[in-house]
Nanobody, 123 residues
Framework: QVQLVESGGGLVQAGGSLRLSCAAS????????MGWFRQAPGKEREFVAF???????NYADSVKGRFTISRDNAKNTVYLQMNSLEPGGAAVYYC?????????????????WGQGTQVTVSS
């Protein structure tokens, strides 16, 4: 059984930084793409970033240049470094395991999800 556990969320002021971590267990994830999504209250879950098994990355336009996704295959862990955070309330950030080695911005391309970690950016 695959489990993904996110950590690192919290309250941060606008302009600040946070680093999210997602530790996977139950499967070696190095051969799969990994993704981050987020969901604000009352809104749909949206794509943030993905990283392929080769380390190629892709970002939503809204975070490009500010967020960095990375992976440590030895630790079976993926990270999301978030800089220059913008005020906008709260969102839950979810880690996801791709169904294939290649990433996608579509939620349907991921078949395992973590429980999420809350990120709140104050102005």
């Amino acid at each position: 059984q695959v489990q993904l556990v996110e950590s690192g969320g919290g309250l941060v002021q606008a302009g600040g930084s946070l680093r999210l971590s997602c530790a996977a267990s139950g499967r070696t994830v190095s051969s799969y793409a990994m993704g981050w999504f987020r969901q604000a209250p009352g809104k749909e879950r949206e794509f943030v970033a993905f990283i392929t098994w080769t380390g190629n990355t892709n970002y939503a336009d809204s975070v490009k240049g500010r967020f960095t996704i990375s992976r440590d295959n030895a630790k079976n862990t993926v990270y999301l470094q978030m800089n220059s955070l913008e005020p906008g309330g709260a969102a839950v950030y979810y880690c996801s395991l791709g169904a294939t080695s290649w990433g996608t911005s579509r939620r349907q391309g991921y078949n395992y999800w973590g429980q999420g970690t809350q990120v709140t950016v104050s102005s």
